[in-house]
């Protein structure tokens, strides 16, 4: 499948927000309404922040977010690529790899120079990607690892 990426649009934060809830959020007390409402101030946002998603056939599979800031961060770093998220139906498929690329590009375009991102699961997928492993650390109880790459 080769998935179009586009730019988020209004039309497209309920579906996402439900993906990521179901993904991220489940057992934290997070809304639907509280998760709409950041991806409303992100693309209504002043430029730099964006969020993509992926589309099949129109509808929106999956998303990937670049952003200032990254969950309760115990690093002082900028910019992140943020909220990964596919469908599970479309997993394997390239929407991941062609939403990082994506997000990458864009931050490139705006003058990035290096992206960082938190990963507890997806290691060898980022690596594949040329991302490399920071520092590996406790977030919440559980392990979490910190990636760079150099755009």
């Known amino acids: 499948m080769r998935p179009t990426i586009e730019t988020m649009a209004e039309g497209d934060v309920k579906v996402v927000a439900r993906l990521r809830l179901e993904a991220f959020f489940e057992g934290s007390g997070r809304t639907l ?63 991941g790899t062609a939403l990082v690329r994506a997000v990458e590009a864009y931050a490139a375009s705006a003058g990035v120079g290096r992206l960082y991102l938190y990963t507890w ?18 977030q919440d109880g559980g392990p979490m690892l910190l990636m760079s790459r150099e755009l």
């Open 33 to 95: 309404d509280e998760d709409i409402a950041g991806l409303r101030r992100l693309i209504a946002g002043d430029g730099f922040e964006a969020a993509f998603v992926a589309r099949h056939h129109g509808r929106p599979v999956g998303s990937c977010l670049l952003v200032r800031n990254e969950i309760d961060s115990p690093h002082n770093l900028t910019p992140w690529l943020a909220g990964l998220i596919v469908e599970e139906a479309f997993r394997g498929s390239g929407v």
């Open 121 to 138: 699961q997806a290691r060898a997928f980022y690596e594949a990607l040329g991302w490399s492993a920071v520092e590996t650390f406790e």
